[in-house]
């Protein structure tokens, strides 16, 4: 097993769940408005100064799944460079 987090702008939210459904990817964890800076996009901090938030879904999946979870960050990822998204895969030694 493993978990992956996906962090993403808020914008491209629906986009983000599309491509997970699609692939029938339809369960995680959603922390709603975190804040944070990046390296290939503008600061998203909620202020006046840097606006904009991002989301982050924690999804635990079998190994042989996410590929294609990281499958759809890639194509997120090239299709909308300015308003970010990373995925960090972690492992998951136990569930209780």
């Given at each position: 097993?493993?978990?992956?987090?996906?962090?993403?702008?808020?914008?491209?939210?629906?986009e983000v769940?599309?491509?997970?459904?699609?692939?029938?990817?339809?369960?995680?964890?959603?922390f709603p408005?975190?804040?944070?800076?990046?390296?290939?996009?503008?600061?998203?901090?909620?202020?006046?100064?840097?606006?904009?938030?991002?989301?982050?879904?924690?999804?635990?999946?079998?190994?042989?799944?996410?590929?294609?979870?990281?499958?759809?960050?890639?194509?997120?990822?090239?299709?909308?460079?300015?308003?970010?998204?990373?995925?960090?895969?972690?492992?998951?030694?136990?569930?209780?």
């Amino acid at each position: 097993m493993k978990q992956v987090q996906i962090v993403y702008n808020a914008a491209i939210e629906l986009e983000v769940l599309d491509c997970l459904k699609s692939h029938a990817i339809q369960t995680f964890t959603k922390f709603p408005n975190i804040y944070g800076v990046g390296t290939h996009s503008e600061p998203h901090m909620g202020s006046h100064i840097w606006p904009g938030q991002n989301h982050m879904l924690l999804i635990v999946a079998p190994d042989d799944t996410v590929p294609t979870i990281l499958d759809c960050v890639r194509k997120l990822k090239k299709k909308k460079q300015r308003e970010g998204i990373k995925a960090f895969v972690l492992p998951v030694e136990e569930i209780i």
